[in-house]
C-alpha cells in the first residue's frame, strides 16, 4: 500500500509502471523493507534535486541521468515514452490492475487513486520545468554554434535532409511506378475540426490564415519542423526568413500562405493539389514532417467548384494510402460522433490502424456540453467510432479566439486537465492529454516509422534508376544524358551562334535582296501611277512636270516606310533562314519547337528605329531629283532595267487579254477546247478595237464617247450586243498592251540615245525622258538598299540579337514553357534518370546520417 502523501502532493505519472525496464525493483523491496516506514524514506519537496541523486543508484548502467546536458524527449526516454506508453496502455491496460484488486477497502482504493493523480500531475510538472530548463540550455549551445564560436562545419540537420527527398519526390512523375512510399504525418479532419489549431500548437506559433466557418486551408501544406536556435519560419522557395516572435512578421506569414493557396487553385476550382513546402525551426520543437490537407466535407456550398467534395476526397486518400505514412485524425469533440465524416475515411484507409493516431479537440467544450462524460471515454477507448488507432489523445487549443498566443493555450490548456474530472475519475490517462504529450507521441511514432522505411524506398528508387539507365542504353547509346534544363542551354547556344550568323552576311547579299524585294513591292505604284500617267501626255515638258510632282508625293507619304517593311521583312526572312537550317547529321530535331517560339517571341519583340523614315525620306528624295547619267554603262542599264520591266507587265497583260477573250486557235485545235459566249463577245470587241489603234496609231488612252458608240454599233451589225462597260474595260487592256509595246519599241531605239541625252537632245527628234525617269528609279533603288542595308548590319541586327537573349531568359525562368517546348521520350527518360539520381543519392545520404545518429 502507498502512504499517505497528503502533506507533499506528490504525482506519481503513468509511465512509472513501465519502469521495470530501467529499474530493479528487488533492489527498491530490500530499500524498503516495510509499508509503514515508506513515507519516511520519501524525499522532500523542497529537496527534489537529492530524491533524483538518490534514485541514480537504481538505474541499470548505461543510464546516466546527470552526467550531460539533455533534452525533453531523451529523459522521456529513459523513463519510459508517452508516446509508446499511450500505444501500450491503450491495449494492455496497467499491469498494476491485479493489485487494486486485492484492496478490500473501497474507501482506500479511492483514496488511493486521489493520490496517484496528484502524483502524476506533479511529476508532469516537474518534467516540464526540467526539459525548460534544458530547453533554454540546448538553445544557448545552438545560438554559439550559429554565432561560429565553434570553429566546426555545421551540417545540414537530419529532418531537413529528409524534407528535401520529400520535395524532390513530390515534383516527380512516377511513370515508371515508382511510388513514394516515405513517412509523413498526414494531419486530416472535418472542416473546422481544428487541424490547424493542432498543427500550430505543435509547431508553437500562429502561422496560419483563420476564418470563421468558412475553408481556409485550400492546398495540402507541408510543414517541417526542426530543432533551431531561433523561431523561424521559411518557404522553400524563398530566402526570406519569418521571425515566430513577432506579429508583423506573423501576420506577413499567414498572409503569403493565404496568397500561395489562391495562387494554386486554378480557375473554377475551390481546393488546389499542388503542395505549399514551409520550414519552421525553434527550440524545443519535435521533428517531423507534416502535411496539412484541407477538410473534409459534406456538402458543396454556394461560391464552391461542383466537384470540391470529391476533389478533397481524391487529395486526402491520395496521401493517406501511402503505407509509410502516419494519419494524424483529427476529430471535433463538441459536436455529435455520428456527424463525422474523416472517421470513415481513415478507416477505409487504415482499418487496423496500425498508423493512425486519434485527436479529439475541443475536450473543454466537450466536458461541458455533454451529458455523459463516459462518451468522451468511449471515444478515447477506441470504442465509439468503427476505426482502430495506434493511440489516443485529447488536447484543447484555445477558447475558440484567434487572437491567443501559443503560450496562454498552452497555460489554459493545462489549467484545465488539472481541474477536468476526466482526469480526476480515470477516464483519461496523464499521458493522453495536452498537446506537448501529442507532439512526442507523433515525432516518436514518426521516426520509428521512417527507419522501417527508408531503406526500402531507396531500394526501390535504386532499381528505378537501374531499369530507367538501360532504357537509356538501349534507346540512345551515342547520346548524353541531358535534362530539360541542360537541353535548354544546349539549344540557347545554337540559337545565339545562328543570330551571330547574320552578321556573317555580306552587304552584297543584303544589297540584292534588299533592292529586288522593294522593287517587287513599289514596281506597281510606279507604272501604273506614275509612269503610265506621264507617257500618255505625249508632251517632253508636261511628262517631267508630272514626274516630278508625282515622284515627291510619293517620297513624302509612301516610300519611306514601305522601305522600312521591306528591310524588317528581309531581317525575319533571312533570320527564319539561319534558325530552321538544318545542319547535316548534326541538326537535332529536338530543338525546333522551341527554336520556332523564339523566332516568333523576338519578332513580335523587335520594332524597327522610329528615326529610320526620317532619314530615309532626305536621302531617297535627294537621290530622286538627280537627273545627271554620267556614262554610257549607266545609261545601258537603265534601259535594261526599263525593258525587263515593261516585259514583265506586258506579259501579265497579255495574261489577261487570253483570258477575256479564250484561246487562240492554235489551242483550240491542239488541246480541243472553246470559247464560252462571253469570250466570244470579249473576242470580237478586241477585234473591232485594234482596228480602232491601227487607224490612229497615236490615240488616246481613252475613247471618246462617239467612239464607243461607233464600236458598239459594227458590233451590234455582226449579230454581237454588248454595253459600254465591255468596250472600255476591253479597250483598256488592248491599249495597255499596244503602249507598252511601243515602249518597248522605244526602248531600242533609245540605245543609241546617250549621244542625244548628252546634248540635252538638241536638233534630234528623239527623246529618252522615260530612261531618264527608270534611271533616277533605279538610283534611288540602289541608293535606299545600300541605307536599309547599313542600318541592318550597324544597328537592327545587334538590337535583334539583344531581343534574342532577352526571351531565351524569360524562356529560361518559365519552367511550364521549357516543358511545353521540349518534349519527347528523349526529354521525359533523362529528366526521370536525373530526379532518380538526385533522390537516390539524397535518401542515401539520409540513410548514413540516420545511421550516425542513432
Not at 502533506?7 to 513501465?18: A, G, L
Not at 502561422?207 to 501544406?221: A, D, H, Q
Not at 479537440?361 to 468503427?386: C, H, M, W, Y
Not at 527518360?829 to 545518429?853: N, S, T, Y
Amino acid at each position: 500500500m502507498m502512504p499517505d502523501l497528503d502533506e507533499y502532493k506528490w504525482i506519481v505519472p503513468d509511465f512509472i509502471w513501465e519502469l521495470d525496464e530501467h529499474l530493479d525493483f528487488e533492489k527498491i523491496i530490500k530499500a524498503l523493507p516495510d509499508a509503514d516506514d515508506l513515507a519516511k524514506l520519501l524525499p522532500d519537496f523542497d529537496k527534489i534535486g537529492e530524491s533524483f541523486t538518490s534514485l541514480k543508484g537504481f538505474f541499470s548502467p548505461g543510464y546516466n541521468l546527470v552526467s550531460e546536458v539533455i533534452g525533453a524527449s531523451d529523459l522521456l526516454l529513459l523513463l519510459g515514452s508517452p508516446g509508446e506508453t499511450a500505444f501500450r496502455a491503450t491495449d494492455q491496460g496497467y499491469d498494476n490492475d491485479k493489485e487494486y484488486k486485492k484492496v478490500s477497502d473501497k474507501e482506500k482504493i479511492d483514496q488511493l487513486q486521489e493520490e496517484l493523480l496528484r502524483t502524476q500531475l506533479k511529476y508532469q510538472r516537474m518534467l516540464e520545468r526540467l526539459e525548460k530548463e534544458n530547453k533554454e540550455l540546448r538553445k544557448l549551445v545552438l545560438q554559439r554554434d550559429d554565432k561560429g564560436i565553434h570553429q566546426r562545419k555545421l551540417k545540414k540537420s537530419l529532418i531537413d535532409m529528409y524534407s528535401e527527398v520529400l520535395d524532390i519526390l513530390s515534383d516527380y512523375d512516377a511513370s515508371y511506378n515508382t511510388q513514394d512510399h516515405l513517412p509523413r504525418v498526414v494531419v486530416v479532419g472535418d472542416q473546422s475540426a481544428g487541424k490547424t489549431s493542432v498543427l500550430e500548437m505543435i509547431a508553437q506559433a500562429r502561422i496560419f490564415p483563420r476564418g470563421s466557418g468558412e475553408m481556409m486551408t485550400r492546398s495540402p501544406v507541408k510543414v517541417t519542423l526542426s530543432e533551431g536556435p531561433h523561431h523561424v519560419a521559411l518557404f522553400k522557395d524563398s530566402s526570406r526568413e519569418f521571425d515566430l516572435t513577432k506579429e508583423e512578421d506573423l501576420a506577413a506569414l499567414r498572409n503569403e500562405i493565404e496568397i500561395r493557396m489562391r495562387n494554386s487553385v486554378k480557375e473554377g476550382c475551390t481546393v488546389s493539389t499542388e503542395t505549399i513546402s514551409l520550414s519552421v525551426k525553434g527550440p524545443g520543437l519535435q521533428r517531423m514532417v507534416l502535411v496539412d490537407l484541407p477538410g473534409v466535407i459534406s456538402t458543396v456550398t454556394s461560391g464552391m467548384a461542383p466537384d470540391t467534395k470529391e476533389t478533397i476526397f481524391s487529395i486526402s486518400k491520395a496521401y493517406m494510402q501511402n503505407p509509410n505514412a502516419i494519419i494524424l485524425c483529427i476529430q471535433d469533440g463538441s459536436v455529435d460522433a455520428e456527424r463525422s465524416i474523416v472517421t470513415d475515411l481513415v478507416s477505409q484507409m487504415d482499418p487496423q490502424g496500425k498508423r493512425t493516431i486519434f485527436v479529439l479537440t475541443k475536450v473543454d467544450l466537450a466536458e461541458k456540453n455533454t451529458a455523459s462524460p463516459s462518451r468522451i471515454q468511449q471515444i478515447i477507448e477506441g470504442k465509439l467510432f468503427p476505426m482502430k488507432a495506434l493511440g489516443y489523445f485529447a488536447v484543447v487549443t484555445g477558447k475558440g479566439n484567434s487572437s491567443e498566443s501559443i503560450e496562454s493555450i498552452k497555460e489554459y490548456e493545462e489549467e484545465f486537465f488539472q481541474n477536468s474530472k476526466l482526469l480526476k475519475t480515470c477516464m483519461l490517462k496523464a499521458h493522453q492529454v495536452t498537446t506537448k504529450n501529442l507532439s512526442l507521441a507523433v515525432s516518436d511514432c514518426f521516426w520509428k516509422m521512417v527507419r522501417e522505411s527508408v531503406e526500402q524506398q531507396a531500394d526501390a528508387f535504386k532499381a528505378t534508376r537501374f531499369n530507367l539507365e538501360t532504357e537509356w542504353k538501349n534507346n540512345y547509346p551515342r547520346l548524353r544524358e541531358l535534362d530539360r534544363n541542360e537541353l535548354f542551354e544546349k539549344a540557347k547556344n545554337e540559337i545565339l551562334d545562328e543570330v551571330i550568323s547574320l552578321t556573317q552576311v555580306t552587304p552584297k547579299h543584303w544589297e540584292e535582296i534588299l533592292q529586288k524585294t522593294l522593287w517587287e513591292r513599289v514596281s506597281t505604284h510606279v507604272i501604273e501611277n506614275i509612269y503610265l500617267p506621264a507617257a500618255q501626255t505625249m508632251n517632253s515638258g508636261t511628262f517631267n512636270t508630272t514626274v516630278d510632282i508625282k515622284l515627291k508625293q510619293w517620297t513624302d507619304k509612301q516610300l519611306p516606310n514601305k522601305a522600312v517593311e521591306v528591310a524588317w521583312e528581309t531581317l525575319q526572312e533571312e533570320f527564319s533562314r539561319f534558325m530552321t537550317e538544318q545542319k547535316g547529321k548534326e541538326h537535332d530535331d529536338i530543338f525546333d519547337k522551341l527554336k520556332q517560339a523564339v523566332k516568333e517571341e523576338t519578332i513580335k519583340r523587335h520594332k524597327w528605329n522610329e528615326r529610320a523614315e526620317d532619314s530615309l525620306r532626305v536621302i531617297q528624295h535627294n537621290a530622286l531629283e538627280d537627273r545627271s547619267i554620267s556614262d554610257k554603262q549607266q545609261w545601258d542599264a537603265a534601259i535594261h532595267f526599263m525593258e525587263e520591266t515593261l516585259q514583265s507587265r506586258l506579259k501579265d497583260t497579255e495574261s489577261v487579254i487570253e483570258d477575256m477573250v479564250g484561246p487562240d486557235w492554235k489551242k483550240r485545235w491542239l488541246y480541243w477546247i472553246g470559247r464560252t459566249k462571253e469570250q466570244n463577245i470579249r473576242n470580237e470587241t478586241r477585234n473591232e478595237l485594234e482596228k480602232l489603234i491601227k487607224c490612229n496609231e497615236e490615240h488616246a488612252a481613252y475613247l471618246a464617247n462617239d467612239e464607243v458608240t461607233t464600236v458598239r454599233k459594227n458590233l451590234e451589225a455582226r449579230g454581237v450586243t454588248v454595253d459600254s462597260c465591255l468596250i472600255k474595260d476591253t479597250w483598256h487592256q488592248i491599249y495597255r498592251r499596244y503602249f507598252l509595246k511601243t515602249a518597248l519599241n522605244h526602248c531600242n531605239l533609245c540605245r543609241r540615245g546617250f549621244y542625244y541625252y548628252q546634248r540635252h537632245f538638241v536638233d534630234s527628234e528623239l527623246e529618252c525622258n522615260d530612261i531618264v525617269l527608270f534611271w533616277r528609279i533605279q538610283r534611288m533603288l540602289a541608293i535606299t538598299a545600300n541605307t536599309l542595308r547599313q542600318q541592318l548590319t550597324n544597328t537592327e541586327v545587334r538590337r535583334l540579337e539583344k531581343n534574342v537573349k532577352e526571351v531565351l531568359e524569360d524562356f529560361a525562368e518559365d519552367n511550364e514553357k521549357k516543358v511545353k517546348l521540349l518534349t519527347g521520350k528523349r526529354v521525359q527518360l533523362a529528366e526521370d534518370l536525373k530526379k532518380v539520381r538526385e533522390i537516390q543519392e539524397k535518401l542515401e545520404a539520409f540513410i548514413e546520417a540516420l545511421h550516425q545518429e542513432k
